[in-house]
């Protein structure tokens, strides 16, 4: 399907013939090449600077026959976000794998609901008065500083924000990297938080350590990162089927809204112990759980796209990133080995590309790891060094978790 204009001047999307050969591309690469690694990581760049063509339908399928350092092979999903958002495009690719081990059994999922004794208390809370008023006055600061930093407040220029105009047109690199699920339990079990908890606290320690070394001042610099959420109520992927029916509890499109969420500064007490950020997110996250604000945002796009159209959505949307330090998103994948027309999956990674933002950070979980993605602005950001502090971060706070008993509670 394209969008297409009618005689009211309102874009609509209209059914066209698919010729598959002009969305499946397979490239050669040149017999002189030094370095698969590097061809295969300039050749993701190139591609993710390459527009769509508005007259098709917008997406395309690279298959990569060449060896990694990581794959025999890879298989990149260029997809527009006018298709779909990271909820509904998983569903349809999900929707074309089975399970490597046997396929006639489902796929399975990490399960995302809160325990029992959460939602007695979550439960208990929300019949107080306190617990109303506190919901009420953290709505409006945390929707009322949503449209600020929408509109008219930036983020400082820091190493992970160039603030240049037009930085959606320069060229980005791609790195990944991953982190064992269990060391991450192991860190979530010892001090009684969630794995987004501990994810978060990780992400914004390791994104510290980068700004204090390649800029000593940043570290304690004013900057946000941008969380960009689901706004269905529903656990688990539903088949393309499921969300193109009318009556969906998880309908196709883009159910998306946004959470700022200020990075926090690497003060003296917080190198010393780097667990801080594990408790700073932990209380963070539990605060914004009491606000509304991010089904009012979703609401609020929901709104502004049909009483104004979808530019006008993108026009918010590319003011909110452009004033944003961060991007960070991420996904759930399953449990088990996926196979892709009898292949084996051994990697699944995803990233934003063509924003106005120097930095996205993508998480996948995926075979009991949690798959990182980096997309930076070239020549701007070191992913290297970026890489190494995360590695450092995740390593100081499993080491200082192994100081504490399990089953500590906070």
Request: charged share 25%; proline share 5%; with cysteine.
């Given at each position: 399907?394209?969008?297409?204009?009618?005689?009211?001047?309102?874009?609509?999307?209209?059914?066209?013939?698919?010729?598959?050969?002009e969305h499946v591309r397979t490239p050669i690469l040149p017999e002189t090449l030094e370095s698969n690694d590097k061809w295969f990581q300039d050749y993701l760049s190139r591609i993710s600077m390459e527009?769509?063509?508005?007259?098709?339908?917008?997406?395309?399928?690279?298959?990569?026959?060449?060896?990694?350092?990581d794959a025999h092979g890879s298989v990149i999903f260029k997809l527009h976000h006018a298709l779909g958002d990271g909820y509904s495009l998983m569903g349809?690719?999900?929707?074309?794998?089975?399970?490597?081990?046997?396929?006639?059994?489902?796929?399975s999922f990490p399960t995302l609901k809160p325990s029992n004794q959460e939602s007695k208390s979550t439960k208990g809370i929300c019949s107080s008065f306190s617990w109303l008023l506190s919901s009420a006055f953290y709505t409006v600061a945390d929707f009322g500083w949503s449209m600020l930093k929408?509109?008219?407040?930036?983020?400082?220029?820091?190493?992970?924000?160039?603030?240049?105009?037009?930085?959606?047109?320069?060229?980005?690199?791609?790195?990944?990297?991953?982190?064992?699920?269990?060391?991450v339990s192991d860190i979530k079990s010892r001090l009684g938080v969630t794995i987004n908890d501990v994810v978060t606290g990780i992400v914004f320690y390791g994104t510290r350590l980068y700004m204090e070394?390649?800029?000593?001042?940043?570290?304690?610099?004013?900057?946000?990162?941008?969380?960009l959420l689901n706004t269905r109520n529903i656990e688990g992927?539903?088949?393309?089927?499921?969300?193109l029916n009318t009556k969906a509890k998880a309908p196709w499109g883009n159910k998306i809204s946004f959470l700022h969420v200020p990075i926090p500064k690497l003060k003296q007490s917080r190198t010393s112990n780097p667990l801080e950020f594990i408790w700073e997110a932990h209380n963070m996250i539990k605060r914004k759980k009491q606000s509304l604000a991010v089904p009012l945002t979703g609401t609020?796009?929901?709104?502004?796209?049909?009483?104004?159209?979808?530019?006008?959505?993108?026009?918010?949307?590319?003011?909110?990133l452009s004033n944003s330090s961060a991007v960070i998103s991420n996904l759930v994948g399953p449990l088990q080995q996926m196979a892709l027309a009898n292949h084996p999956v051994k990697g699944l990674y995803f990233t934003l590309a063509g924003g106005p933002e120097s930095l996205v950070i993508s998480i996948m979980s995926y075979m009991g790891v949690l798959r990182v993605t980096f997309k930076t602005e070239k020549d701007f950001i070191d992913e290297q060094k970026l890489k190494s502090c995360m590695q450092s971060?995740?390593?100081?706070?499993?080491?200082?978790?192994?100081?504490?008993?399990?089953?500590?509670?906070?």
């Open positions: 399907m394209v969008k297409v204009q009618d005689k009211k001047g309102e874009k609509r999307w209209k059914k066209v013939d698919v010729n598959l050969k527009e769509l063509p508005q007259s098709k339908p917008l997406w395309e399928v690279h298959i990569v026959n060449s060896t990694t350092s349809a690719l999900l929707s074309c794998l089975q399970r490597a081990d046997d396929p006639s059994l489902p796929l929408s509109s008219i407040i930036n983020d400082e220029k820091t190493p992970i924000r160039s603030g240049n105009v037009g930085v959606e047109f320069q060229p980005i690199s791609i790195s990944t990297m991953a982190f064992s699920i269990h060391q070394e390649m800029n000593s001042k940043s570290k304690t610099a004013e900057s946000t990162a941008l969380v992927y539903q088949s393309i089927n499921d969300m609020l796009l929901e709104m502004e796209g049909k009483l104004r159209g979808q530019e006008a959505v993108a026009k918010h949307i590319y003011g909110t971060a995740f390593e100081r706070i499993l080491k200082a978790a192994k100081e504490i008993p399990d089953k500590t509670r906070y």
